[in-house]
């Protein structure tokens, strides 16, 4: 595992909550505007997800979205706005977001995670992608 995250921003993997419809749509929006490519993904839930996490020390029940890359793993607004800087523009203008302090931008984030499955609901299993991105989501 550790070999595919060595590569720097040539790849990258983004851990995502798998029953939350959110985050499903999220993962969708960031395939459609990863042109290069850059994102590979696993659910939280995931047998490389929990893997990943034990790697990189995170608790198993964290309730964060998590990117890990070349400079390590990075959670809640830290790994918004990595993601969103890998991104085409004007998705990538996110990074800007860094302008803010983390504490700030951890906060907000922390309020919208405990409201987004009263929000966005969630399901009962994590959704099996289409065949023509399958090759980016890990086991």
């Not at 290069?36 to 997800?49: D, I, N």
């Not at 020390?57 to 990117?67: A, F, H, N, T």
């Not at 390590?72 to 085409?88: H, K, Q």
Request: proline fraction near 3%; glycine fraction near 6%; aromatic fraction near 10%.
């Amino acid at each position: 595992m550790r070999d595919l995250v060595e590569r720097g921003m040539e790849m990258a993997i983004i851990l995502f909550d798998g029953v939350c419809n959110f985050c499903d749509r999220s993962v969708q929006f960031i395939i459609r505007h990863d042109k290069r490519k850059v994102f590979q993904f696993a659910s939280l839930q995931s047998e490389t997800g929990i893997e990943l996490l034990a790697q990189y020390r995170l608790q198993e029940e964290i309730d964060s979205i998590v990117l890990i890359d070349d400079r390590g793993a990075f959670t809640e607004s830290d790994a918004i706005i990595r993601i969103s800087s890998e991104l085409r523009f004007p998705y990538s203008l996110g990074k800007l977001g860094r302008i803010i302090p983390r504490r700030l931008r951890d906060a907000a984030y922390k309020q919208f995670a405990k409201k987004r499955y009263k929000w966005f609901g969630q399901k009962e299993q994590c959704s099996i992608p289409s065949k023509e991105v399958r090759d980016r989501f890990l086991p």
